[in-house]
């Protein structure tokens, strides 16, 4: 079955945090949302159905997963990603951030320190910081467009700072690295090394362009993989990010029991009913949908690479290697943080996530989500360009307007 991508739905007045709130974000109401992870497609057909089942059955008491939802998500990490999970090793939980600050509570005291290397997602620092954690940054290293981890920093900060744990985004969010296996096992020898426990969020594992191939930092090494926490979910992969399902996997029984104490202590015990079904459904039945949408989403890419390259040179796009954000450089604008959001939220009315939302090494940088429909992507650039022009056009007014008044003067 051909899925349809191309016609765009209408999302306004459902909730939706992309497309609702504007203005509460001071967003003008005829913005174009291209900003949060979150896609405009319809979920596989499997999870529609599975939900439809579950709603016709009328009755939504308490839930958790059994082996058959273990199943799903196990046979899918083996066919997609040669990884064997354990069913003891698994814990769900109501998203991953949530996951995260329990993770950094039970894992760390306070006043620990916990490293990120941003620009990264940014409820990482949050987790950390919120947690009364000592926050430890290595920024990646931007080299002729290609984001690198700095392994020899990494070390001395471990070393100096004393790290205890280190979150880890596989692949990362917003630069799209997909880590090789060379990095992410140079990466594990130095954590294992120095006893720091990692925490892979592996939320985008299933985003992989054409070339590249995701590898879970647990297939490193056995060692590695005791050594580690991976986090996934059904949320980016199949767009149920609203449904709030996250499934961990922490092989080691000591960590995975101050994981489940730390939860308790929070009080979370059951899963949304719904979350289940759709998560199992969509790891059983999505694999198809998910094909085409790669396929459809590079088309996406494809026109915005174009754009960066042939329409308004000055962004140029970080060729991402997975997720569906593109990163791009907007240093060549000339504006500062607040200026770049302005320019793209007021003048070319596209709604992006600044980059200083990553941290300050992503200032200069917006974030721009490839999910919609191609005529949305499409919109969205030939709006950029237009307000581009116009700034130029207006910037050599005011130029041609200042020399004039200078020659009266004289
Ligand atoms: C790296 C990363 N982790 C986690 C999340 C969100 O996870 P959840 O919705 O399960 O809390 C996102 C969403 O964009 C993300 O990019």
Request: proline share 4%; hydrophobic share 40%; charged share 25%.
């Amino acid at each position: 079955m051909q899925y349809d991508f191309d016609t765009p739905i209408d999302r306004t007045h459902t909730w939706s945090i992309k497309h609702d709130f504007k203005k509460e974000n001071g967003k003008a109401d005829d913005i174009l949302p291209l900003w949060v992870a979150d896609m405009d497609f319809r979920s596989p057909d499997s999870v529609v159905e599975a939900l439809k089942k579950a709603v016709d059955h009328g009755i939504f008491g308490y839930s958790r997963a059994d082996e058959s939802y273990f199943d799903a998500v196990a046979a899918w990490y083996q066919k997609r990603h040669h990884l064997t999970l354990q069913p003891e090793w698994m814990t769900c939980t109501p998203g991953i951030v949530f996951a995260l600050s329990i993770a950094v509570r039970a894992f760390t005291q306070e006043g620990d320190a916990v490293l990120i290397q941003p620009p990264v997602y940014h409820p990482f620092s949050r987790a950390i910081l919120r947690n009364k954690r000592t926050l430890v940054e290595n920024p990646l290293v931007l080299k002729d467009g290609h984001y690198e981890m700095d392994l020899e920093e990494l070390e001395q900060k471990v070393l100096d700072e004393h790290v205890k744990l280190m979150i880890l985004c596989n692949p990362h969010n917003p630069v799209g690295r997909v880590w090789t296996r060379e990095e992410l096992t140079a990466l594990a020898d130095i954590c294992l090394r120095h006893h720091v426990y990692v925490i892979s969020d592996e939320i985008h594992g299933d985003f992989v362009w054409q070339g590249h191939e995701q590898t879970p930092y647990a297939s490193i090494s056995e060692e590695a993989c005791l050594h580690s926490m991976m986090c996934t979910a059904p949320s980016k992969t199949f767009n149920l990010a609203g449904m709030a399902t996250s499934n961990l996997f922490i092989p080691d029984p000591e960590m995975r029991r101050k994981f489940r104490s730390e939860l308790l202590d929070v009080g979370q015990e059951n899963m949304n009913r719904l979350g289940l079904f759709a998560c199992r459904a969509a790891y059983e039945g999505g694999g198809e949908w998910l094909d085409q949408l790669i396929g459809y989403l590079a088309g996406n890419l494809a026109l915005v690479r174009d754009f960066c390259k042939n329409r308004v040179p000055q962004i140029q796009l970080v060729e991402p290697e997975g997720t569906y954000l593109a990163w791009l450089d907007c240093r060549e604008l000339g504006m500062t943080d607040d200026e770049l959001m302005a320019f793209f939220s007021n003048e070319a009315k596209v709604w992006l996530d600044p980059g200083t939302h990553s941290g300050e090494q992503g200032s200069g940088f917006m974030r721009f989500n490839l999910g919609s429909s191609r005529s949305v992507i499409a919109q969205a650039l030939d709006q950029i360009e237009a307000a581009w022009k116009e700034r130029i056009m207006n910037n050599s007014r005011t130029v041609k307007i200042k020399r004039s008044e200078g020659l009266h003067g004289i």
